[in-house]
């Protein structure tokens, strides 16, 4: 059973940055793939970012591409999720999750074990 817990919410004004932790226990973080997913108020968790296990290739959705960055440290056991350029529409609560199958998927149901969320809000 692994266990994640996220870091690094909190209240921005919009074209700041902040950057997301996710330190995982229980299980080596190298050996998933992890994914970072989010949901605002009324709308459905989608899917923000994914990093694959065995070369750390990255897939983003289209509405952070060029502004997001997925990463992790396997030394640290922890997965990062830096956010640049921060718009209001990018208030929501922060979720990461691993699978251990071998491909960065946006799919919500296809990852094995979630953290309880953090929360970022972009001020306008």
């Known amino acids: 059973q692994v266990q994640l817990v996220e870091s690094g919410g909190g209240l921005v004004q919009a074209g700041g940055s902040l950057r997301l932790s996710c330190a995982a226990s229980?299980?080596?973080?190298?050996?998933?793939?992890m994914g970072w997913f989010r949901q605002a108020p009324g709308k459905r968790r989608t899917f923000v970012a994914g990093?694959?296990?065995?070369?750390?290739?990255?897939l983003y959705a289209d509405f952070v591409k060029g502004r997001f960055s997925i990463s992790r440290d396997n030394a640290k056991n922890t997965g990062y999720l830096q956010m640049n350029n921060l718009k209001p529409e990018d208030t929501a609560v922060y979720y990461c999750?691993?699978?251990?199958?071998?491909?960065?998927?946006?799919?919500?149901?296809?990852?094995?074990?979630w953290g309880q969320g953090t929360q970022v809000t972009v001020s306008s």
């Open positions: 999750a691993v699978r251990l199958g071998p491909l960065a998927v946006a799919t919500e149901s296809e990852y094995d074990f």
């Open positions: 229980g299980g080596t973080v190298s050996r998933y793939v």
């Open positions: 990093i694959r296990r065995n070369d750390d290739s990255a």
